[in-house]
């Protein structure tokens, strides 16, 4: 009798209707969120590409036969249009230059000290602090930068704390020196080079771009670092809770100490959660704009300016509504290169042949 070979004919039809089915429930389900997210996500910003190559100056609306295109006039209006423009942009870059670069590593350094703190199980009432460090991230913004006007005021607590050692505070808020000048000028030092002096980026001299931030954004980077690190330490005890014991005890058994334990052994375990932690960190710190805007409106002297208020002040304020979107994009375009960059830097890479040799030694010595 020849052989019968059946074909899965009608289980695959059926197999393949439920999927098409799954399909559709799928996009079925998915719709009403893709309609929100294009509506009120992915149109404003089409059309805010369009006004930042456009003249439109916020009569009327920016899809009008009246708005004519300009190209990338805008976007040279405030990086080398050698005006006001230029300079309050390089002002604000400046600024949150320096913000970046103290914020970011001293708030995921510090919520990382409180995560391996509060992670420790010889630490009585670990739930009262992790509460304790995380309040302040759920907070108000705006409840918070009211609050640090009061403390940093003239006769403030800070001051109040200060004078208890002889210390004479500045007036924080109102106070536009930057402090690398005036760390020079306790050791005598109050004049600027004459080669620092001259032109500099956009508007702004090297002596300037190097003096680091004022006192007044010094202040408010001190109350970000206070405000998110609660929020980063959370992420970094879920991370700390994966890391496996036995690899410290690995450690501990070849003679490692607790330094290096949480250097070659915990640290490396937590690249994910650190990169998703510097990442936040940094798209947060180059978007600050509701502390400028309720503190101090970019004074004094806009030593407190930054891209994200600059935006918003040329646009709702001044009525340059292309210059206000073309800084926008110009700040997205800045954080996608340094999150990259932070990307880069954090990759995972290849044990060296000189190491892998090392430690082939090491094995066949034990």
């Known amino acids: ?59 009327g609306s920016p899809l009008s036969g009246e708005v004519g295109f300009v190209g990338l006039d805008n976007y040279a209006a405030v990086t080398s249009g050698g005006g006001l423009a230029e300079r309050n942009f390089g002002l604000s870059l400046r600024n949150n230059a320096w913000y970046v ?28 602090f992790r509460t304790a460090f995380y309040f302040p991230s759920v907070t108000s913004s705006v409840a918070i930068t009211i609050l640090w006007l009061f403390l940093f005021s003239t006769t403030g607590v800070v ?8 210390i004479s505070g500045p007036n924080w808020f109102n106070d536009p020196s930057q402090i690398f000048h005036n ?9 600027a080079p004459e080669a620092l002096t001259g032109g500099g980026p956009l508007g702004v001299s090297w002596y300037e771009w190097l003096g680091g931030p004022s006192v007044a954004m010094f202040a408010f980077m001190l109350m970000a670092i206070f405000t998110t690190s609660g929020t ?28 290096q334990r949480f250097w070659h052994i915990t640290l490396p375990q937590l690249r994910p959660t650190l990169f998703t932690v510097l990442t936040l ?47 926008a994009f110009i700040l997205f375009l800045i954080i996608i ?28 010595a034990r």
């Open 183 to 191: 760390a020079l000028a306790t050791i005598g030092i109050t004049g």
């Open 1 to 59: 009798m020849p052989n019968t070979v059946t074909t899965p004919r009608a289980g695959s039809r059926k197999s393949s209707g439920i999927r098409r089915g799954e399909t559709a429930a799928g996009w079925l389900f998915t719709a009403p969120v893709i309609l929100i997210l294009g509506l009120f996500l992915f149109v404003p910003v089409l059309m805010a590409i369009w006004v930042s190559v456009s003249d439109w100056q916020g009569r």
């Open 101 to 128: 670069a103290l914020v970011v590593p001293l708030q995921t350094a510090l919520s990382l000290f409180l995560a391996v703190l509060v992670n420790r199980a010889i630490l009585r009432g670990r739930g009262f």
């Open 281 to 327: 960190g940094l798209i947060g710190c180059w978007q600050v704009f509701e502390q400028i805007y309720t503190g101090t409106q970019g004074g004094p002297a806009k030593t407190t300016l930054t891209p994200a208020y600059l935006s918003y002040q040329s646009a709702f304020v001044g009525q340059e509504w292309g210059e206000g979107s073309a800084i």
């Open 232 to 259: 980063f330490m959370l992420l970094f005890i879920a991370a700390l809770q994966n890391v496996g014991a036995e690899l410290g005890e690995a450690g501990v058994m070849d003679g490692a100490s607790g330094w």
């Open 337 to 364: 290169a340094f999150t990259v960059l932070q990307r880069w830097v954090l990759r995972e890479r290849p044990v060296s042949k000189r190491r892998a040799r090392q430690y082939e030694i090491r094995e066949t």
């Open 159 to 166: 001051n109040s704390f200060l004078g208890w050692f002889g």
